[in-house]
């Protein structure tokens, strides 16, 4: 909150997101008041993945594979976020086509089934 008060365009949290009952962070973000777009998601690598807004500003609860993994769901989001446009259930609904990250020896990232995740996505909602 003190964040948000002093004008951040938005909030990344991080070192959480488990379903453990230690994991305080997704209660600390529902705490702010943000309204919870969603909490999951069906990509891999990323699943715990929590979007929220809190009056237009992004609240990011970040799955602890953003620290190890090359790519991840936030890799989806954070475009979305940087670019004002709003992560939706919509978006979150198009996710689930059964794409994910291959980890393959040689990424080619953005032009892989990963990335067209979020080109699919902004094709819905456009």
Not at 13 to 27: A, E, H, I, Q, R
Not at 79 to 95: F, S, Y
Request: hydrophobic fraction near 45%; proline fraction near 6%.
């Amino acid at each position: 909150m003190e964040l948000l008060g002093k004008g951040a365009d938005m909030v990344l949290c991080t070192g959480g997101m488990s379903v453990d009952p230690d994991d305080k962070t997704p209660l600390a973000i529902k705490n702010t008041g943000a309204e919870i777009v969603f909490y999951g998601a069906p990509v891999l690598p990323g699943a715990m993945l929590m979007v929220a807004y809190h009056e237009g500003r992004p609240i990011f609860g970040l799955p602890g594979c953003v620290m190890y993994a090359k790519r991840t769901v936030f890799d989806l989001v954070l475009p979305l976020a940087m670019a004002d446009e709003t992560v939706t259930a919509g978006i979150w609904r198009q996710w689930a086509m059964e794409r994910f990250c291959l980890s393959c020896e040689s990424c080619t990232f953005p032009q892989c089934g990963f990335w067209q995740r979020l080109v699919m996505a902004m094709e819905f909602t456009h």
